[in-house]
């Protein structure tokens, strides 16, 4: 319990009476007082810069010790906000800190977002941009089903959505209303988020449409937490083959989509080629060089399918 006293005072005798006390004693400084909050957590509070920097020389994981509700240090400064260049050091020192959740399932991102830390969001999608698991984070719904994009938009925050968005968020991600981020914006008439977020959304055509990207994200959000999960600690073979089998998938994909089914239309732009005729006598969707069955969705997406499984499919006919 000094030490957490020790931790709400600013002085320098203090400081190195606390670090005395660390270095006899280490679990001093994981010990919760009766407000939930460690030694960081105090000095983090006070704004006593030294201490708390002086407390993760000792031992970088004190950035993640999970107080009250399971917030940590990184948590808390989300919350109160910084501009001592705290935030910068934590995400430095334990950058995988930004990970953690509270028991409410929250992100670091959705505590800056709730509390409108503008700076801090921006710190926090820096680093996380250049993790692996960025996807997984900036997604992470809390308890409520809600990212940190939907807690932007209904908090009137464009310049957040923005953040959020060039930080790989899923504009298609809904809560537990069945609700997207736009859905969200449009609910509480948010005029700059709904530019914002129209802007990123491609136009549908349909409902099915809508239903099928849905369920195509979900399946490659999985799909990228299995490869990607846990990637620093991979063997070195482990690594080789699945770079080789990315390899492949890309190769497949790119020449899919230089022969797509059917061809592409033939022809030249004089006025005497047969086919641009046809086009044109017929009015038919196409141009030269273009998919000729690329006006048929459930084709195509048969073909995907076919692609994607090596199964036998029944013989591929436009609808």
């Given at each position: 319990?000094?030490?957490?006293?020790?931790?709400?005072?600013?002085?320098?005798?203090?400081t190195?009476?606390?670090?005395?006390?660390?270095?006899?004693?280490?679990?001093?400084?994981?010990?919760?007082?009766?407000?939930?909050?460690?030694?960081?957590?105090?000095?983090?509070?006070?704004?006593?810069?030294?201490?708390?920097?002086?407390?993760?020389?000792?031992?970088?994981?004190?950035?993640r010790?999970?107080?009250?509700?399971?917030?940590?240090?990184?948590?808390?400064?989300?919350?109160?906000?910084?501009?001592?260049?705290?935030?910068?050091?934590?995400?430095?020192?334990?950058?995988?800190?930004?990970?953690?959740?509270?028991?409410?399932?929250?992100?670091?991102?959705?505590i800056?977002?709730?509390?409108?830390?503008?700076?801090?969001?921006?710190?926090?999608?820096?680093?996380?941009?250049?993790?692996?698991?960025?996807?997984?984070?900036?997604?992470?719904?809390?308890?409520?089903?809600?990212?940190?994009?939907?807690?932007?938009?209904?908090?009137?925050?464009?310049?957040?959505?923005?953040?959020?968005?060039?930080?790989?968020?899923?504009?298609?991600?809904?809560?537990?209303?069945?609700?997207?981020?736009?859905?969200?914006?449009?609910?509480?008439?948010?005029?700059?988020?709904?530019?914002?977020?129209r802007?990123?959304?491609?136009?549908?055509?349909?409902?099915?449409?809508?239903?099928?990207?849905?369920?195509?994200?979900?399946?490659?959000?999985?799909?990228?937490?299995?490869?990607?999960?846990?990637?620093?600690?991979?063997?070195?073979?482990?690594?080789?083959?699945?770079?080789?089998?990315?390899?492949?998938?890309?190769?497949?994909?790119?020449?899919?989509?230089?022969?797509?089914?059917?061809?592409?239309?033939?022809?030249?732009?004089?006025?005497?080629?047969?086919?641009?005729?046809?086009?044109?006598?017929?009015?038919?969707?196409?141009?030269?060089?273009?998919?000729?069955?690329?006006?048929?969705?459930?084709?195509?997406?048969?073909?995907?399918l076919?692609?994607s499984?090596?199964?036998?499919?029944?013989?591929?006919?436009?609808?």
């Amino acid at each position: 319990m000094l030490l957490l006293v020790l931790c709400c005072n600013a002085g320098q005798i203090s400081t190195e009476f606390a670090m005395e006390i660390m270095s006899l004693k280490p679990s001093f400084a994981r010990k919760l007082n009766h407000q939930g909050l460690s030694p960081i957590h105090l000095a983090v509070e006070k704004g006593n810069q030294e201490m708390a920097l002086r407390l993760i020389e000792t031992d970088n994981d004190l950035v993640r010790v999970r107080g009250k509700n399971g917030v940590t240090p990184l948590h808390y400064i989300c919350e109160v906000g910084t501009d001592n260049g705290l935030l910068d050091t934590f995400l430095k020192t334990c950058p995988d800190s930004i990970r953690d959740v509270t028991t409410a399932n929250c992100t670091a991102l959705h505590i800056a977002t709730k509390n409108n830390k503008l700076d801090v969001l921006q710190d926090l999608t820096r680093t996380l941009r250049k993790k692996h698991y960025c996807w997984e984070v900036v997604n992470r719904k809390d308890k409520n089903g809600n990212t940190a994009l939907h807690i932007a938009a209904r908090n009137y925050q464009p310049e957040m959505v923005k953040v959020l968005l060039n930080c790989r968020a899923n504009k298609h991600a809904t809560d537990r209303h069945g609700l997207t981020a736009l859905d969200v914006a449009q609910n509480r008439n948010s005029r700059e988020s709904i530019t914002v977020l129209r802007g990123c959304f491609i136009p549908r055509v349909s409902n099915f449409n809508q239903k099928l990207e849905k369920q195509i994200d979900k399946y490659v959000t999985k799909a990228s937490l299995l490869i990607f999960h846990d990637m620093d600690n991979i063997s070195g073979d482990d690594r080789s083959a699945l770079l080789v089998i990315l390899g492949l998938l890309l190769t497949v994909t790119y020449q899919a989509s230089l022969s797509p089914p059917g061809g592409v239309w033939q022809g030249d732009s004089s006025s005497n080629s047969i086919v641009t005729t046809r086009i044109h006598e017929r009015k038919l969707p196409g141009s030269i060089g273009t998919s000729v069955m690329g006006q048929h969705f459930k084709y195509y997406l048969r073909f995907l399918l076919h692609a994607s499984t090596n199964q036998y499919l029944p013989q591929l006919q436009p609808f």
